[in-house]
C-alpha cells in the first residue's frame, strides 16, 4: 500500500510570508506526528495528534507554527510570517495507533527554504 | 527529559571491515531505544528497536541501561551500508533523535 506522502516536496517562501505543509498518512493510522529536522541535526518533535485532536503540541517552537487535522486523516502544518530560521525539512509520520507498540512511518519530507 | 547523543559525526570504514556506531542516552524511565536509517534520497526508516531483539542486515544493538548506551554494530561492513543512521528514543509516544552519523563504507 502507499505510504506517507507529503506536499509538496520542496518550498521556497520569502520571508514574512505564510505557508502550509501537508501530510497524507497511511490510511488508517490514527496517529500522526510532526518532526522538523534542521542541517545536521537530527529531527525534533513538533506535534502529535491522535484523532482528530493535538494530544501533545509542546514542540511547537512559537505561536506562528500551527496543525490541524480536522477528519483525523490528512494533517497541515501552518507557519505564519516565515523566518529564515523556519528553514529545515519537515517530516510527517503516522502510526496505527499512539502507544509505545506502534512502528511510526515516515514520509519524504517537506523541504522549506525561507528566503 | 529525553536526550541522545550520537558523539560521531562521520564514520568511514572499509569493506568487509567491523563497523559500530555509538549512541548515548538521557531518560528518567524505561526507554524504548531504535535505530533509524535514511539511504541516500530515501526516507527515513526503522532498522531496529531493542525490544525486538533481532539482526536487521547484520547490524544487532544490545541496549546498556548500566551505561546508557545503545550502541550499533556490525562485523562486516557493506557498501550498500553507507547511508545515515540516526539513534533514537521513545519514552511514551514521541520520538527524540539524535544528531545522526554518516557511514561511509568504502570498497
Known amino acids: 500500500g502507499a505510504g506517507v506522502s507529503q506536499t509538496p516536496s520542496n518550498k521556497v517562501t520569502e520571508k514574512g510570508k505564510y505557508v502550509e505543509l501537508r501530510c497524507d498518512p497511511i490510511?488508517?493510522?490514527?496517529?500522526l506526528y510532526w518532526y522538523r529536522q534542521s542541517l545536521g541535526q537530527g529531527p525534533e518533535f513538533l506535534i502529535y495528534?491522535?484523532?482528530?485532536?493535538?494530544?501533545?503540541d509542546s514542540g511547537l517552537p512559537n505561536d506562528r507554527f500551527f496543525a490541524v487535522r480536522p477528519e483525523g486523516s490528512v494533517s497541515t502544518l501552518k507557519i505564519q510570517r516565515t523566518e529564515r530560521g523556519d528553514s529545515a525539512v519537515y517530516l510527517c509520520?503516522?502510526?496505527?495507533?499512539?502507544?509505545?507498540?506502534?512502528?511510526?512511518?515516515f514520509g519524504p519530507g517537506t523541504r522549506l527554504t525561507v528566503t | 527529559a529525553q536526550r541522545v547523543t550520537q558523539p560521531e559525526k562521520l564514520l568511514s570504514v572499509f569493506k568487509g571491515a567491523p563497523v559500530e556506531l555509538k549512541c548515548n542516552y538521557s531518560?528518567?524511565?524505561?526507554?524504548?531505544l531504535f535505530w533509524y536509517v535514511q539511504y541516500s534520497r530515501q526516507r527515513l526508516q526503522l532498522l531496529l528497536r531493542?525490544?525486538s531483539r533481532e539482526s536487521i542486515k547484520g547490524f544487532t544493538a544490545d541496549l546498556n541501561k548500566g551505561e546508557t548506551s545503545f550502541h550499533l554494530k556490525k562485523p562486516f561492513a557493506q557498501e550498500e551500508d553507507s547511508a545515515m543512521y540516526y539513534c533514537?528514543?521513545?519514552?511514551?509516544?514521541?520520538?527524540?533523535f539524535g544528531a545522526g552519523t554518516t557511514v561511509t563504507v568504502r570498497a
Open positions: 509520520a503516522s502510526a496505527k495507533g499512539g502507544g509505545r507498540s506502534y512502528e511510526q512511518y
Open positions: 533514537a528514543l521513545r519514552g511514551d509516544y514521541k520520538l527524540s
Open positions: 495528534f491522535q484523532g482528530t485532536g493535538a494530544a501533545d
Open positions: 490510511s488508517g493510522h490514527t496517529a
Open positions: 531493542h525490544i
Open positions: 531518560y528518567s524511565g524505561s526507554p524504548e
